[in-house]
């Protein structure tokens, strides 16, 4: 349990866990301020039935004694006042700490999930292949949240309900120390049997939990993305009993989950309800008077009052570290990865990136170690500035791996690929500077086409200029003229109220606006019919002696204007063809 809480402190900003350290004073002044509270309602009871007792009270005698309060009442009057005044300054004080403690988790989440978020889209195109976009979206989200609040912070609370609790009881040993130690120490007993018994219970119930969430996030992520598919195929009603059941499986984790943390209340209420019986067995036959015995009740009955809640809280805080551990070691897991990436990364050279001369593909190989399978074999070509390149072949060549090596996504397991001499791989930054890129998915945000276009750009820094150069490049000067609200038209979900020529031409213009050196097209009319992939090869065509050009392509349309067209098979390169004369397509012709 330790451990688990010291990975989450450990993977906080130095300035935030300085932060979290700050909140210790304020545990110690709380368990004072309750232990002085207690000891405050002890004495209070003995003043009402003997007000010369107030003499007796340090500190608090002397100053009774120097200002002459003699008469009975006047001592009840102004020490009850007091022991208001006190309770004031005490639940202040708490709730200042319990604010302290909301703001600075909350300020945590929200620091880490960014942190989380920026590791993700720092890390390496690699990693998302291996990784699904709903676990990633949980993990900076609610595992976050479990993380912080289930353990970060319950670690905070639990050390803070720990001191409360030793400063009842040591006021409690005080007042009775036999009947104290002896209801502690059942308590203690009774209470470690039950969390030993239901210690990896949690840890499952919380393993089980980040599952069922992460597969229903999943499964709602792939059923309204494929909508169509599932209105026409008529096959709402499986994935409708899937969800049903994650949700009622997901439901009975919980309930489990919350009927135990809720157990042992009852164990505490148990214990603390036959305190006052206990004590009156062991003390009525020795007190003097029912004066004596009546204090020491009443400091049992608050002692209860306050530490059956805490007790019940110091064991819902330890399960709740055991149940949120698993989100802990994921996060820590891929932390891990980030710090191991980062170290493994070539450095990123600073400074300009010049492309005056060519792009060289020297002896580049691709393959999955794991699987031990070679894509691509001694890949070697030559782009010149300023020329068009087509990447021929059937479908899973690897041609959208060769661009994915060009782009700087992959790293070759062989070879490299220069940018005027220079290795892609220590410039990526600069290099990526220089790209515009039309992937073969097309991903339209669902907000204004004007913000689709520009791509991150915050709306103060739009250039017209640029925009309007992009629009008109990319042919979109007619569909713009169409729309309602032209540029501030909101495009749908995933572009979902343009056609696919459209989205087409809506990602050439992103891809233009930030006025690139070379564009890079992945398949871009793989969903397009015949006469929409003529109109956008006429559109790439346009651009050609203006940009550097790469198009991997399997249908000949996209290919034809290309200077140069490259056919893959089997991860090489076996032929070289003029743009005339289509590789696969000359003996149809």
């Known amino acids: 349990m330790l451990k688990v809480v010291k990975r989450i402190f450990r993977m906080l900003p130095r300035r935030v866990r300085w932060h979290w350290a700050s909140l210790i004073p304020f545990s110690f002044f709380e368990a004072l301020f309750e232990s002085m509270g207690a000891g405050a309602l002890f004495f209070l009871i003995k003043i009402l039935n003997s007000p010369d007792e107030v003499f ?43 604010y302290l403690r909301c703001s600075l988790s909350n300020n945590t989440v929200a620091k880490l999930s960014s942190r989380m978020y920026s590791g993700y889209l720092d890390a390496p195109y690699s990693f998302h292949l291996r990784r699904n976009s709903a676990d990633l979206i949980d993990m900076a989200l609610r595992s976050i949240q479990e993380a912080v609040r289930l353990v970060l912070a319950s670690a905070v609370a639990l050390g803070s309900e720990i001191l409360v609790l030793l400063g009842i009881i040591a006021v409690l040993v005080a007042a009775s120390p036999l009947i104290t130690i002896v209801s502690v120490a059942l308590l203690s007993l009774l209470l470690g049997i039950l969390l030993l018994a239901t210690h990896r219970m949690f840890f499952a119930l919380g393993a089980q939990e980040q599952e069922l969430r992460k597969d229903a996030t999943r499964l709602l992520q792939q059923t309204f993305g494929s909508i169509k598919e599932v209105k026409v195929m008529g096959r709402a009603g499986p994935w409708k009993q899937m969800f049903a059941t994650l949700q009622k499986t997901l439901a009975r984790v919980r309930r489990w989950h919350e009927t135990l943390n809720s157990s042992p209340r009852f164990v505490i209420e148990t214990v603390f309800v036959a305190i006052p019986l206990v004590m009156v067995l062991f003390t009525f036959d020795e007190a003097d008077s029912s004066r004596e015995l009546m204090p020491v009740l009443a400091l049992f009955a608050y002692a209860g009052f306050r530490a059956i809640p805490s007790f019940n809280r110091v064991t819902m805080h330890l399960n709740n570290i055991r149940l949120g551990s698993k989100a802990v070691e994921l996060l820590w897991k891929d932390q891990e ?34 699987r031990g399978e070679k894509i691509l074999q001694d890949i070697s070509l030559t782009v010149q500035q300023g020329t068009s390149l087509g990447i021929a072949g059937e479908t899973g060549v690897g041609k959208s791996t060769l661009i994915d090596l060009v782009l700087g996504l992959l790293a070759p397991t062989g070879g490299r690929i220069l940018v005027d001499g220079n290795d892609i791989r220590e410039h990526l930054q600069a290099w990526h500077r220089k790209i515009g890129y039309v992937p073969q998915h097309i991903y339209l945000f669902d907000d204004t086409l004007r913000r689709n276009i520009a791509f991150g750009v915050p709306d103060h820094e739009v250039d017209e200029g640029k925009m309007a150069s992009s629009i008109r490049l990319a042919r979109l000067e007619s569909l713009v003229s169409k729309l309602p609200d032209g540029l501030d038209t909101v495009v749908g979900e995933r572009g979902i109220r343009f056609s696919g020529g459209e989205r087409q031409r809506v990602a050439i213009a992103r891809a233009l606006y930030r006025d690139p050196e070379i564009l890079i097209f992945d398949e871009p009319s793989s969903a397009l019919d015949s006469r929409t992939e003529l109109d956008l090869a006429a559109s790439i065509h346009a651009l050609q002696g203006e940009k550097t050009v790469i198009v991997a392509a399997h249908r000949s349309n996209m290919l034809k204007f290309c200077d140069r067209i490259v056919v893959l098979k089997n991860g090489r390169i076996e032929e070289v063809e003029n743009a005339d004369v289509f590789p696969g397509e000359a003996s149809r012709r």
């Open 56 to 98: 007796h009270i340090p500190v608090v005698g002397r100053i009774y004694s120097a200002m002459s309060i003699e008469r009975n009442r006047s001592i009840i009057l102004s020490f009850a006042v007091m022991v208001v005044l006190f309770y004031l300054i005490k639940n202040g004080f708490v709730f200042l700490s319990v």
């Open 337 to 370: 990865e980030f710090r191991s990436t980062n170290e493994d990364r070539a450095p990123d050279r600073p400074g300009h990136l010049n492309f005056e001369a060519s792009v060289v593909i020297e002896k580049v190989s691709y393959g999955y170690e794991a």
